[in-house]
């Protein structure tokens, strides 16, 4: 279970940072769950480019990884704690009366969240992807120390954003943080969710759509494997 103290410690180093780029920016975001949901994308797309610029200064080290987590706490930690109150006051106020039907849809998604999570935290393990180059590439990166071309592997030649994300996974903790961090990804998609229907059709719909999103199939089979599915949806619906 160690691995789900360090996607804590990943999600607030993101989550801080990213949030204290928001700031710098200025007011973009209309609601607390739009702040908290933009931050951990900036934060966590910086990491991937922080990582991938280390991969092509030969620097993908462990003790790297550990000091660009710390750095993300040390640069949100003011934004960190005003962030913690604000999210903590409000997801008091929004828990529904457990009498009322929305409660029980908030329960059944917290619920599948948990299942998943446990499915996250096994030993890694997939069809064919995670384990063929998903999670192969990162090793090979780390085993080199940079970023490198293996004519070898076919998913060398894809895209290597989230695989930015498993090499740190990786280097800090094992694959198992990196089928977490995949999860986590699902997580984070289901607040944007809720976040974005809330701000435009209202709450209820949020929660609807969240159970949609949380119990279609695809979802439930990708999310807890170190795919890159579900995070490149992530950031494909925080763009939109």
């Known amino acids: 279970m160690v691995e789900s ?3 804590i410690l990943l999600a607030a180093s993101a989550a801080g940072s990213g949030l204290a780029i928001l ?57 960190l704690v005003g962030l913690a109150g604000r999210v903590q006051g409000r997801v008091i106020e929004s828990i529904p009366d457990w009498k009322s039907f929305y409660f029980w849809i908030v329960f059944l998604v917290s619920i599948v969240l948990f299942l998943n999570l446990l499915r996250a935290l096994m030993p890694a393990h997939g069809a064919v992807d995670p384990l063929a180059y998903h999670l192969a590439l990162p090793s090979i990166y780390l085993a080199k120390h940079h970023l490198s071309f293996e004519q070898t592997l076919t998913g060398a030649l894809y895209p290597d954003n ?3 994300l498993y090499t740190l996974a990786l280097a800090l903790r094992g694959a198992t943080l990196a089928q977490a961090i995949h999860w986590f990804f699902g997580f984070a998609t289901v607040l944007a969710i809720c976040s974005f229907c809330r701000d435009y059709f209202s709450i209820q719909v949020g929660l609807f759509a969240a159970v949609i999103y949380t119990l279609t199939p695809v979802v439930l089979f990708f999310s807890p494997l170190a795919y890159v599915d579900v995070g490149v949806g992530f950031f494909q619906f925080m763009a939109l």
Do not use: D, W
């Open 23 to 79: 700031r710098r920016v200025g007011p973009i975001c209309t609601s607390r769950a739009e702040e908290l949901t933009f931050s951990i994308g900036i934060g966590l797309g910086g990491i991937a480019l922080v990582t991938f610029f280390l991969g092509l200064l030969n620097l993908l080290y462990t003790p790297v990884f550990y000091a660009l987590i710390l750095a993300g706490l040390f640069l949100g930690r003011n934004e």
């Open 5 to 7: 103290l360090f996607i």
């Open 162 to 164: 989230i695989g930015m």
